[in-house]
């Protein structure tokens, strides 16, 4: 039998973090400094995720991939590349910096990476919102001015948001994450961040944090106006789809089962709510992540009305 891969998260500690994955996700945090993010799933050099339970215990994603390219993504996947999704839970108890990832075409120039994301809302305190793209019309030269009079805000399409809802982000846009979000991000591979804006706040050595002016302003897409996120629906449905991923939103009733063939190709699955039990006595439950591998079969069944997330068509299948 193909066991799903479920993984140990690595917790990081940010300066807009807080504590709360600890009652939203049911969470042992270590140690009492701010955590912001739980990378839940992640193979790069820097980093990497180490297998729980099954036969594949304490080995790291990258190890299992290269003992079983084809088991895991499917015939013909390169054992030395890397999985290609990052998911992480973000813990927002203060608003994130106003930041871009670098599109495809000029990321090798600047020595980064690109990174289009998909941000759903688990949970989220009243008020609070998304930054994301431009209000309509704003020009580069505008942007570039209010930079420099720390009067940016205004330029930046700011939106609200509930429970449930989600939104594509994609590289090249300007975007933030407001306080009093608990988010499942789930995201091309990387880790290239360029901060154009931090509103005036200090990092955890008390110093402010790196800007990265120059590189922002080559990434920012300037004709990006006023994206709308995907709200919340009580049914199942497409949430996102781009080059890099679909997600899949399915909406389950106690009872009910979630099926996966064989051969067709590697998933994540995500549990947003409820509980999902699973072959070989795998209860999944809120907040848990874990890899469907390209041979496996696996059939789930909620133990109570459900929400979860499938990602999929990463690995170069889109069926």
Sequence with gaps: MHELLRLEPLYQERVWGGR???????RTLPGKAPIGEAWEIVDRPEAQSVLKGGRHAGKTLRAVIEASPAEIMGPGWDKKKP????????????????????PAHIAPSLKG?????????ADTQPGAGLLVGLKKGITREQFEAALQNNTLE??????????GDSILVRSGQIHAIDAGNLILE??????????????????????????HVEQSLASIKWDDFEPSPVRAAPTSGVIADCEEFR?????????EPLSFAAGQQPRILSVVTGELHGPGKHVLVRGD???????GEFTFKASAASLVLVTENFAGSRD
Excluded: M
């Design 20 to 26: 709360g994955l600890e009652s939203a996700l049911g």
């Design 83 to 102: 999985f290609p999704i990052l998911v992480k839970w973000l813990d927002c108890r203060e608003r994130l910096s106003l930041q871009v990832h670098p």
């Design 113 to 121: 990476e690109p990174k289009t994301e998909t941000w759903f809302i």
């Design 154 to 163: 205004p330029l930046v399409h700011r939106f609200h948001v509930a429970e």
């Design 186 to 211: 789930i995201q091309q591979n990387s880790d290239t961040t360029y901060r154009v804006y931090d509103w005036g706040r200090v990092g955890l050595d008390g110093k402010p944090r790196q800007l």
């Design 247 to 255: 997600i899949r939103r399915v909406v389950l009733d106690a009872g």
């Design 289 to 295: 992540n874990a890899v469907l591998p390209y041979a």
